[in-house]
Nanobody
Framework: QVQPVESGGDSVAAGGSLRLSCVVS????????LGWFRQAPGKEREEIAVIDADTTTYGDSFKGRFAIFKDYQKERLILQMTNLKPEDTGMYYC??????????????WGQGTQVTVSL
């Protein structure tokens, strides 16, 4: 399964937490680059974090409240989000590459999962 499939999006109140999950081909999952991105209405897509066999890199705006890691037992890429704020509202996407993260060659994208944070 090369096509990433996301799940876990929901509507939550400010201050709450969400755990997003992504499943993708095991070959890419274990060897190459996976990433979480988001796009708010009317704004450009943002890179939240990327991970491969060597490195985990967070965007500057996402350090602290967001954590990315692999659940190897379930073969899932997880995005754990805490202390959510209304400005975190948007569509969250999982992407996969057949290369390492430094190349940023994301050729496979999921359909997205909606996150809505209310006051």
């Amino acid at each position: 399964q090369v096509q990433p499939v996301e799940s876990g999006g929901d509507s939550v109140a400010a201050g709450g937490s969400l755990r997003l999950s992504c499943v993708v081909s095991g070959y890419i999952y274990t060897r190459f680059c996976l990433g979480w991105f988001r796009q708010a209405p009317g704004k450009e897509r943002e890179e939240i974090a990327v991970i491969d066999a060597d490195t985990t890199t967070y965007g500057d705006s996402f350090k602290g409240r967001f954590a990315i890691f692999k659940d190897y037992q379930k073969e899932r890429l997880i995005l754990q989000m805490t202390n959510l704020k209304p400005e975190d509202t948007g569509m969250y996407y999982c992407a996969a590459s057949g290369d390492y993260c430094w190349r940023r060659q994301f050729g496979y994208w999921g359909q997205g999962t909606q996150v809505t944070v209310s006051l």
